[in-house]
């Protein structure tokens, strides 16, 4: 007597897609095979450009402009997916394939409220109840409060660009499992969530699945892929390289590329050490800038700090009309050649911090100064002639460049504000500039939206040391990057550290980046300092609740 397997959800047999190019097809997945069946979960991992989020945006029936899709078995619940019209993937889209993307600003109408988005979902799918206002308004509140949104009634009110990153993808994940899918494809889920609030959905997600939702999950973060995957798939150029069951595979790699990734992953173990496998650039940042003045310790008191944020506090007018406070009663120092780490969840207030730093947003209390001098309430005039020691790396580099300007006019205006005495020679400053953060020259005539995730972060940390600041701010400059970036830029900051003595102010909710990289941790929560102190007191011996819960919430890969 046999037992019948039940059928897979999903079947994938040599999966193939390719784009247009100049010189013909360009095959960015070749050969992809796998089954999905209920209540399991099969991750896709491997660094920018493998091939991962194409293969998952196929799977809905979203591949690309201009993609040419081809498989010999693409079937979902025993219905094949390939040429398929738009009218078809409407009906599915949402209601039986929920698809969570990592970018929730472009993903998100920017003029809509975050709850009529979700609420327009069970609108479109639902039957009966649904069709009532009052009931969608419910419905929405509840999936905003299950994936932890705190303040469910007012933040459905509130537009995506009034949310911070981390609110913004978790009203994402609210709709795409409005109506509980069969299938959610989940591409970068928890990328800008902080710890709590990733444990929270990873809960979520885990639920589902125990229900018998089948759950595809592309993630760079190896930590949540232990937690959730049942199987993985490793990706390299559009090709599987390796593949098993997760605890088999992560603590037994076969492949090299996989060591690699797993290598990659920061944390307590990696402290002083490489992350990656280059080696520091050959034209180093001391050939083109002059070092700054050696710094001495912050705990020595003879030398006075580079920043100084002193009892600043910030608070904001919400939707509601009440006055919130932000940031209450922070204060920290900043010596030269050190890196202070700030880790919170989202909401502690950590980003206002940076920006009261960077003088872009000017305190309600207390001040900030800058190398002894005032700096949050200088004349216009300081303020200009000190911004050129300051600068500023951003989560997401391309919203911040101009999409006209092609590389070398970004860093051309940079070198231009920074220092006009090199107006005459340009170029020159500008391909210094590319190999001193590991990029070739070529990359100077191409716009930021052809490059990869990690190409466009090179450039955006030479865009901020073109003017050889003494503070780079760098208020989650990794977080949207797959492992192994993330390890060549963690290694590049701390090279250009070593090399010019600048300081970091290096905001995370990534704790074990922020491990890696700090000197000294500050732990926000509800916009005031619980917790200081150096990095390995903060993380090995915390002191309060709050910090606790935060580690234990850390998803962790054990090292082998």
């Known amino acids: 007597m046999t037992t019948d397997t039940p059928a897979p959800l999903l079947s994938v047999e040599n999966l193939n897609v390719s784009f247009p190019g100049p010189d013909g097809p360009r095959h960015i997945v070749k050969d992809i095979s796998f089954t999905l069946r209920r209540g399991r979960c099969t991750a896709l991992v491997g660094e920018s450009g493998s091939g991962k989020s ?13 993609a ?26 949402g209601s039986r394939i929920g698809f969570i993307l990592q970018d929730a600003l472009i993903s998100l109408d920017p003029l809509r409220p975050v709850g009529r988005e979700i609420s327009e979902t069970l609108a479109l799918h639902g039957l009966g109840g649904l069709r009532n206002r009052h009931r969608r308004r419910e419905l929405t509140e509840e999936l905003l409060d299950r994936v932890g949104v705190p303040e469910p009634p007012l933040r459905a009110r509130q537009r995506p660009g009034e949310l911070s990153g981390g609110l913004r993808q978790r009203a994402l994940i609210a709709s795409a499992i409005a109506l509980n899918p069969d299938l959610v494809i989940a591409d970068e889920p928890t990328t800008a969530l902080d710890v709590t609030v990733q444990a929270q959905v990873l809960s979520v997600l885990e639920a589902m699945i125990a229900d018998g939702t089948s759950v595809i999950l592309v993630s760079h973060d190896l930590a949540v892929v232990a937690q959730l995957a049942d199987d993985i798939l490793v990706m390299q150029g559009g090709r599987i390289v390796e593949s098993g069951p997760a605890d088999d595979l992560l603590h037994n790699p076969q492949h090299p590329y996989t060591r ?3 290598d990659a992953v920061p944390s307590e173990h990696t402290r002083g050490t490489r992350l990656s496998h280059t080696t520091p650039p050959d034209r180093t940042a001391a050939a083109l800038f002059p070092p700054h003045p050696a710094g001495q310790s912050s705990h020595d008191d003879t030398t006075g700090p580079l920043l100084e944020v002193r009892n600043v506090s910030k608070s904001y007018r919400g939707p509601d009309r009440r006055r ?24 502690s207030g950590k980003s206002t911090v940076a920006r009261m730093a960077l003088s872009l947003v000017t305190p309600d209390d207390g001040d900030v100064r800058f190398d002894g001098g005032d700096w949050s309430t200088a004349s216009g005039r300081e303020q200009r002639r000190i911004r050129r020691r300051i600068a500023v790396v951003y989560q997401d580099p391309l919203s911040s460049f101009d999409p006209r300007w092609t590389v070398y006019r970004i860093l051309r205006d940079a070198v231009a504000l920074g220092d006009p005495g090199n107006a005459d020679r340009p170029q020159d400053r500008v391909v210094e500039l590319l190999e001193m953060v590991g990029l070739s ?18 450039v955006a940390i030479a865009r901020a040391l073109a003017t050889n600041p003494e503070v780079v701010v760098l208020d989650e400059a990794v977080s949207a990057l797959d492992v192994s970036v993330q390890a060549q830029i963690l290694d590049l900051l701390s ?8 300081s970091y102010l290096f905001i995370s909710h990534d704790l074990g980046v922020i491990h890696h990289m700090s000197d000294r941790v500050l732990v926000m929560q509800g916009g005031k300092v619980v917790e200081h102190g150096t990095a390995d007191e903060v993380f090995l011996s915390p002191r309060e609740p709050y910090t606790r819960r935060l580690l234990d919430s850390l998803p962790r890969l054990q090292h082998t």
């Open 54 to 66: 194409v293969t998952s945006r196929s799977l809905v029936g979203l591949p690309g402009e201009g």
């Open 68 to 93: 040419t899709v081809t498989a010999d078995r693409l079937d979902f619940d025993g219905e094949g997916l390939l040429d398929r019209p738009d009218r078809w993937w409407r009906g599915v889209r």
């Open 260 to 262: 690699q990734l797993i």
């Open 324 to 347: 919130r406070k932000v940031v209450d009663d922070i204060s920290f120092t900043l010596a030269r050649g050190e890196t202070l780490g700030i880790v919170g969840e989202s909401g």
């Open 441 to 458: 020259p070529n990359v100077a005539g191409t716009l930021p939206v052809r490059l990869s995730g990690g190409q466009r972060q090179r």
């Open 495 to 502: 090279d250009l550290q070593n090399q010019l003595n600048v």
